[in-house]
């Protein structure tokens, strides 16, 4: 069996005494001398398997902020990033967040995985506009959109892509696939593409994080977004997806794509 790495703090405890309590095998988890990794991700745009740059703000497990760049957190990026091509994944609409983007500069990718209404719920239209319109990337699903749509007073998706101009929109539905927004030549182009095979899930657990993942790693190395794109990408997410769907727990242990890089 492989060995598990949990971080030596209170969330690190947490999450072994819910492993635990829920019957699982504990014996091949040690603790390593630093915090437990939960964060938003820096990936630059030139070694994905290097040492990317992590920095956690929000821990789930805990309810407390964390801060791995110092004692205050960072509303520019560290000098060595400055000039990278950089992808900032975002799921939370906090302050520090928006200052975070809004300081950065505009050649940055802003990618935003909008997974439940609470990440949302109490802003105003015009606050999350601010976000929305530093945004490149965004995934949504199908349980968000009514509030969201609500709350930015647009009727639909495409009203949604074109109102903010996002380089690439993604609304997952769940076992019934996703729907893709993009522009292709200057026409804003809709595929609503559904996997050839439904397995039975053992645990959707990280079903939805896989699924953006790979898409988000795929866009980060496309030279083009259009039809062809869309479709192959949507295979690899969707395999990726799968494969957590068919095992409890959320990790993919290998991925098949992507090995000659």
Request: aromatic share 10%.
């Given at each position: 069996m492989?060995?598990?790495l949990l971080g030596n703090d209170k969330a690190g405890k947490i999450a072994l005494d819910s492993l635990k309590k829920s019957g699982t095998n504990v014996d091949n988890i040690v603790f390593e001398q630093k915090p437990t990794n939960i964060m938003n991700i820096i990936i630059p745009n030139s070694k994905l398997e290097d040492n990317s740059v992590l920095h956690s703000w929000y821990d789930p497990i805990t309810l407390n902020y964390t801060m791995n760049f110092s004692e205050n957190l960072p509303i520019t990026l560290?000098?060595?990033?400055?000039?990278k091509m950089?992808?900032?994944?975002?799921?939370?609409?906090l302050p520090v967040n928006l200052k975070f983007i809004q300081n950065i500069s505009a050649d940055k990718k802003i990618c935003l995985d909008i997974g439940h209404i609470r990440f949302f719920e109490h802003f105003t239209k015009q606050y999350l506009s601010q976000f929305l319109e530093l945004a490149s990337f965004i995934q949504i699903n199908d349980n968000v959109t009514e509030?969201?749509?609500?709350?930015?007073?647009?009727?639909?998706?495409i009203e949604f892509f074109e109102k903010f101009?996002?380089?690439?929109?993604?609304?997952?539905?769940g076992k019934n696939g996703a729907f893709f927004l993009f522009k292709e030549n200057g026409i804003t182009k809709i595929l609503d593409l559904a996997p050839q095979m439904i397995v039975q899930a053992t645990d959707t657990s990280g079903a939805g994080d896989a699924f953006f993942s790979t898409t988000l790693r795929e866009y980060a190395y496309a030279?083009?977004?259009?039809?062809?794109?869309?479709?192959?990408?949507?295979?690899?997410?969707?395999?990726s997806s799968r494969e957590v769907l068919s095992h409890l727990?959320?990790?993919i242990e290998k991925l098949n794509h992507r090995q000659n890089l």
């Open positions: 492989h060995l598990v560290p000098k060595e990033l400055q000039d950089l992808y900032i994944i975002l799921d939370k609409f509030l969201l749509f609500e709350r930015l007073q647009v009727k639909n998706e101009d996002f380089d690439l929109l993604i609304s997952t539905k030279t083009q977004i259009n039809t062809e794109f869309i479709k192959s990408t949507f295979e690899l997410a969707n395999q727990g959320s990790r």
